[in-house]
């Protein structure tokens, strides 16, 4: 057994920098949002097929369907997730599968390779729209992994890059495609493709701290400075669409200027590439530390192989010493037994935290008790482990628990009153200024604050700022105040109400500051929500418990944007005559948006409730976050140690981080 461990080592690939990862990922991510572009493409399928508006909204229904559901995906993931470097790219490959094929197949459609019927249609759409959720929840559920410690700053610069990926992909249309909407449709389908497999093969998960993490002063870029650049760069894309768009809007461009600006945001990407400049070469360098966080105690691939073939020759030596049957006793209990020094103190570490009462359960993890953080050479004590409850539960254990549903309600409540002014702005338009007014794309632009001011566009980016600015924020204040993250949940779900009960009783002057504050907020919930499953429910199952909470916007896109808000408007339109081409005044959407404020309250007293029962993990986390600081961010400047030119042990001695 020991024999057939090495022999597949030697042909297992070296593990890749997890900047490469990151930075191959933002590139996913900008390709990941492709149902914004909907609009674009959705009438050439009316015109040709003769479909009836709601026909065609049965099809965008199905589109927004099956970009919701990736609970599939999740659960691949999750059982994929000892093969840390091709588990990833198994579902990153299958959801370029989709991608291709579901665009493929509208194309086809459009070009008359197969007389479509309604059914086809609402199929390849949302086949093409679910393949965003397996890129989606590879690139969150990898990086999230790769970087516990800033795990906010990561979900943030990759939901601004996929709310980005709508107006970039609109842009390439209006630069490239316009007016043949067809041609566009192959892109869609090709060009994430031959994205998503360039980025293959820097895919992978390293769930152990890198020697670049470590080394402060000694290149251009610290980690934070990476995050930071990151974030400039998309800032400067965002900025440079939504100018673009806007002039565009006001003063139409021929095609060669519009070809231009296609151009530039291509060129404006280019500086992503930098990101990973000084880590340390392609290879992932595994650094040896004192103090590490209990999420980084996986280790790698190669040393849980390892540490299983340890145990094999353990039990063929007792098995030959006439002591086989205490062979199993003596790995619960962590009898001496000859193993590698490499192995000695992470074994030692689990059999303490198992003879501390975090027996292993079913999954081979913590007991749905709960894991401690790790101490010097990686055990837990008991006090630790009552002091620091990090749960690690399944998608069954979320449904039981009422920690989930109070996240569910909050988000359900909270993005599906978002949904309901992103989904109805052109009619709240009509409704308010009595005609269609022509800044109805201004504000769905400040909606979305990097919004594309084309009327194609009804959502090609949702809140890039707040989704950046509520990462890194919310981050930074845990690591140096040790202010729980939940707490940023009942402030924003208070911000959707009063921006809700201010567009009940709103004006067309009103309707701008409120637009935008609406949608902060809806962003806001986007980008805390990733990082909050990974802390409640743990990164073990992360990728299946986040696609599971997604379900919560789906939810609330169909009771409150299209059940309730479609209900109240129906009614009212019914009360102004049947005659009338749309509803006009102020009750078309009053009694929605004034349920909807009512209903924003509950969801942040679920907040509330939520945070105050975790106040005691997070106070667990600042503890540990900050040992962890205290060594990663030095100020001297000296490299880490190094085992192996791909992997490493922990440091021996002193707890000194400098290591004197």
């Given at each position: 057994?020991?024999?057939?461990?090495?022999?597949?080592?030697?042909?297992?690939?070296?593990?890749?920098?997890?900047?490469?990862?990151?930075?191959?990922?933002?590139?996913?991510?900008?390709?990941?949002?492709?149902?914004?572009?909907?609009?674009?493409?959705?009438?050439?399928?009316?015109?040709?097929?003769?479909?009836?508006?709601?026909?065609?909204?049965?099809?965008?229904?199905?589109?927004?369907?099956?970009?919701?559901?990736?609970?599939?995906?999740?659960?691949?993931?999750?059982?994929?997730?000892?093969?840390?470097?091709?588990?990833?790219?198994?579902?990153?490959l299958?959801?370029?599968?989709?991608?291709?094929?579901?665009?493929?197949?509208?194309?086809?459609?459009?070009?008359?390779?197969f007389?479509?019927?309604?059914?086809?249609?609402?199929?390849?759409?949302?086949?093409?729209?679910?393949?965003?959720a397996?890129?989606?929840?590879?690139?969150?559920?990898?990086?999230?992994?790769?970087?516990?410690?800033?795990?906010?700053?990561?979900?943030?610069?990759?939901?601004?890059?996929?709310?980005?990926?709508?107006?970039?992909?609109?842009?390439?249309?209006?630069?490239?495609?316009?007016?043949?909407?067809?041609?566009?449709?192959?892109?869609?389908?090709?060009?994430?493709?031959?994205?998503?497999?360039?980025?293959?093969?820097?895919l992978?998960?390293?769930?152990?701290?890198q020697?670049?993490?470590?080394?402060?002063?000694?290149?251009?870029?610290?980690?934070?400075?990476?995050?930071?650049?990151?974030?400039?760069?998309?800032?400067?894309?965002?900025?440079?669409?939504?100018?673009?768009?806007?002039?565009?809007?006001?003063?139409?461009?021929?095609?060669?200027?519009?070809?231009?600006?296609?151009?530039?945001?291509?060129?404006?990407?280019?500086?992503?590439?930098?990101?990973p400049?000084?880590?340390?070469?392609?290879?992932?360098?595994?650094?040896?530390?004192?103090?590490?966080?209990?999420?980084?105690?996986?280790?790698?691939?190669?040393?849980?192989?390892?540490?299983?073939?340890?145990?094999?020759?353990?039990?063929?030596?007792?098995?030959?010493?006439?002591?086989?049957?205490?062979?199993?006793?003596?790995?619960a209990?962590?009898?001496?037994?000859?193993?590698?020094?490499?192995?000695?103190?992470?074994?030692?570490?689990?059999?303490?935290?198992?003879?501390?009462?975090?027996?292993?359960?079913?999954?081979?993890?913590?007991?749905?008790?709960?894991?401690?953080?790790?101490?010097?050479?990686?055990?837990?004590?008991?006090?630790?482990?009552?002091?620091?409850?990090?749960?690690?539960?399944?998608?069954?254990?979320?449904?039981?628990?009422?920690?989930?549903?109070?996240?569910?309600?909050?988000?359900?409540?909270?993005?599906?009153?978002?949904?309901?002014?992103?989904?109805?702005?052109?009619?709240?338009?009509?409704?308010?200024?009595?005609?269609?007014?022509?800044?109805?794309?201004?504000?769905?632009?400040?909606?979305?604050?990097?919004?594309?001011?084309?009327?194609?566009?009804?959502?090609?980016?949702?809140?890039?700022?707040?989704?950046?600015?509520?990462?890194?924020?919310?981050?930074?204040?845990?690591?140096?105040?040790?202010?729980?993250?939940?707490?940023?949940?009942?402030?924003?779900?208070?911000l959707?109400?009063?921006?809700?009960?201010?567009?009940?009783y709103?004006?067309?002057?009103?309707?701008?500051?409120?637009?935008?504050?609406?949608?902060?907020?809806?962003?806001?919930?986007?980008?805390?929500?990733?990082?909050?499953?990974?802390?409640?429910?743990?990164?073990?199952r992360?990728?299946?418990?986040?696609?599971?909470?997604?379900?919560a916007?789906?939810?609330?896109?169909?009771?409150l944007?299209?059940?309730?808000?479609?209900?109240?408007?129906?009614?009212?339109?019914?009360?102004?005559?049947?005659?009338?081409?749309?509803?006009?005044?102020?009750?078309?959407?009053?009694?929605?948006?004034?349920?909807?404020?009512?209903?924003?309250?509950?969801?942040?007293?679920?907040?509330?409730?939520?945070?105050r029962?975790?106040?005691?993990?997070?106070?667990?986390?600042?503890?540990?976050?900050?040992?962890?600081?205290?060594?990663?961010?030095?100020?001297d400047?000296?490299?880490?140690?190094?085992?192996?030119?791909?992997?490493?042990?922990?440091?021996?001695?002193?707890?000194?981080?400098?290591?004197q």
């Amino acid at each position: 057994m020991g024999g057939s461990c090495r022999w597949g080592r030697a042909f297992l690939p070296p593990y890749i920098n997890k900047w490469w990862t990151f930075t191959a990922s933002l590139g996913l991510a900008l390709c990941c949002g492709l149902t914004y572009t909907v609009a674009i493409w959705s009438a050439e399928l009316k015109s040709r097929f003769g479909l009836s508006q709601s026909e065609l909204q049965l099809v965008a229904s199905c589109a927004n369907i099956g970009g919701y559901s990736g609970i599939f995906a999740g659960v691949l993931y999750d059982a994929l997730e000892r093969h840390k470097r091709f588990g990833p790219r198994i579902v990153l490959l299958i959801g370029c599968v989709l991608n291709a094929s579901g665009y493929f197949g509208l194309w086809a459609a459009l070009q008359g390779w197969f007389e479509a019927r309604l059914w086809q249609l609402a199929a390849l759409a949302a086949i093409s729209a679910n393949a965003g959720a397996w890129i989606d929840c590879t690139i969150m559920a990898s990086n999230v992994r790769n970087f516990p410690s800033s795990r906010g700053t990561v979900v943030g610069l990759l939901k601004a890059g996929i709310g980005l990926s709508g107006s970039l992909f609109a842009s390439v249309y209006s630069g490239v495609f316009a007016p043949a909407r067809a041609p566009f449709l192959l892109f869609l389908g090709l060009g994430p493709l031959a994205v998503g497999l360039l980025a293959l093969p820097f895919l992978n998960t390293c769930t152990f701290v890198q020697v670049s993490e470590l080394e402060r002063g000694v290149h251009v870029f610290t980690s934070e400075g990476r995050f930071l650049f990151a974030l400039q760069a998309l800032g400067t894309l965002a900025v440079y669409l939504i100018v673009g768009a806007t002039v565009n809007s006001l003063h139409p461009l021929d095609a060669h200027a519009r070809a231009i600006m296609t151009a530039g945001a291509g060129l404006l990407l280019l500086p992503l590439l930098l990101i990973p400049s000084g880590s340390g070469g392609l290879l992932s360098k595994k650094a040896a530390l004192t103090h590490t966080l209990s999420m980084y105690q996986d280790g790698s691939e190669d040393e849980e192989e390892e540490q299983e073939a340890a145990w094999e020759r353990v039990a063929s030596s007792r098995l030959e010493g006439g002591g086989g049957g205490d062979a199993e006793a003596a790995r619960a209990r962590g009898d001496a037994a000859p193993l590698p020094g490499s192995l000695k103190q992470p074994l030692l570490g689990s059999m303490e935290r198992a003879a501390n009462g975090g027996a292993s359960t079913s999954r081979g993890r913590a007991a749905p008790g709960e894991r401690g953080p790790l101490t010097l050479h990686g055990s837990a004590s008991a006090a630790s482990v009552a002091q620091a409850p990090f749960p690690e539960l399944s998608p069954l254990q979320c449904l039981r628990s009422s920690s989930f549903w109070l996240l569910f309600a909050a988000l359900t409540i909270s993005m599906g009153s978002g949904l309901a002014l992103l989904n109805n702005l052109n009619q709240l338009v009509k409704a308010l200024a009595g005609v269609p007014h022509l800044d109805t794309p201004v504000l769905v632009s400040l909606f979305s604050v990097c919004n594309c001011a084309d009327a194609h566009l009804l959502h090609p980016i949702a809140c890039a700022c707040s989704r950046m600015s509520l990462g890194w924020l919310p981050e930074h204040m845990l690591h140096t105040r040790g202010t729980p993250r939940l707490l940023f949940l009942p402030y924003l779900g208070a911000l959707m109400a009063a921006a809700c009960l201010g567009l009940a009783y709103a004006g067309m002057p009103a309707l701008y500051p409120l637009a935008a504050l609406t949608g902060f907020a809806f962003g806001g919930h986007w980008t805390l929500f990733p990082s909050l499953v990974s802390e409640l429910f743990g990164l073990s199952r992360f990728a299946a418990n986040y696609t599971l909470a997604q379900l919560a916007p789906a939810l609330g896109s169909l009771t409150l944007a299209m059940g309730l808000t479609g209900w109240v408007y129906d009614r009212a339109s019914a009360r102004h005559g049947a005659a009338a081409e749309a509803c006009l005044g102020h009750d078309c959407f009053r009694p929605a948006f004034q349920t909807l404020a009512c209903l924003g309250l509950a969801a942040t007293a679920c907040g509330a409730l939520l945070c105050r029962s975790r106040l005691g993990m997070y106070r667990a986390m600042h503890r540990e976050v900050h040992s962890y600081d205290a060594e990663t961010h030095r100020q001297d400047g000296t490299p880490a140690a190094v085992e192996g030119s791909t992997h490493g042990g922990r440091r021996r001695g002193s707890s000194d981080p400098s290591g004197q």
